[in-house]
T-cell receptor, first 114, second 114 residues
Framework: DTGVSQDPRHKITKRGQNVTFRCDPISEHNRLYWYRQTLGQGPEFLTYFQNEAQLEKSRLLSDRFSAERPKGSFSTLEIQRTEQGDSAMYLC????????????FGSGTRLTVV | KQEVTQIPAALSVPEGENLVLNCSFTDSAIYNLQWFRQDPGKGLTSLLLIQSSQREQTSGRLNASLDKSSGRSTLYIAASQPGDSATYLCAVDISGGGADGLTFGKGTHLIIQP
């Protein structure tokens, strides 16, 4: 069990560019979640996968945001046409299936849009 | 809509003191509650998970209690150490690991003075 891995740790991009983040969950965890955290706030839920199925995506912040989990293993979060307001920490979490099991979070990807 | 509030927002105490962090939530229909620690610029580390049927959980110097009917949880830290300095986040699971993810408070920023 190597934990939840996120790549890259930091990303600086120019406004208008597209960015993609990767999350590798704990291997036996079938549930995967993406969150966004802005300064001074708690993480905000974005989307949820069970295996390869994206079961909740209405909380993605706009249609510029999309996520995939093609084979039920790793996941990617893409932001198109980035804006300065997208600057935040993007966190990935995985779980075996609450409520009996909690969530394990990765170290996050810090996005700065300049 | 579930809302989570954490009090105080910030706390600074001398090393060795026992302290209590508070978390309240507006809807008592939760599956579980989880306390996390977050160091600056880092991801979240799970501290304690309390199932809705449980009253408390302990890990080392940490003890978390849950009063679901009143919508409250406390995190008790005994004999605080400078290494405990971090932001502590409380989160509730209202959908059993499904489409709502976790709902977080804004956290308590804790500083332990050597």
């Amino acid at each position: 069990d190597t934990g939840v891995s996120q790549d890259p740790r930091h990303k600086i991009t120019k406004r208008g560019q597209n960015v993609t983040f990767r999350c590798d969950p704990i291997s036996e965890h079938n549930r995967l979640y993406w969150y966004r955290q802005t300064l001074g706030q708690g993480p905000e839920f974005l989307t949820y996968f069970q295996n390869e199925a994206q079961l909740e995506k209405s909380r993605l912040l706009s249609d510029r945001f999309s996520a995939e989990r093609p084979k039920g293993s790793f996941s990617t979060l893409e932001i198109q046409r980035t804006e300065q307001g997208d600057s935040a920490m993007y966190l990935c979490a995985s779980s075996l299936g609450p409520p009996d099991y909690g969530y394990t979070f990765g170290s996050g990807t810090r996005l700065t849009v300049v | 809509k579930q809302e989570v509030t954490q009090i105080p927002a910030a706390l600074s105490v001398p090393e060795g003191e026992n302290l209590v962090l508070n978390c309240s939530f507006t809807d008592s229909a939760i599956y579980n509650l989880q306390w996390f620690r977050q160091d600056p610029g880092k991801g979240l580390t799970s501290l304690l998970l309390i199932q809705s049927s449980q009253r408390e959980q302990t890990s080392g110097r940490l003890n978390a209690s849950l009063d679901k009917s009143s919508g409250r949880s406390t995190l008790y830290i005994a004999a605080s150490q400078p290494g405990d300095s971090a932001t502590y986040l409380c989160a509730v699971d209202i959908s059993g690991g499904g489409a709502d993810g976790l709902t977080f408070g804004k956290g308590t920023h804790l500083i332990i003075q050597p």
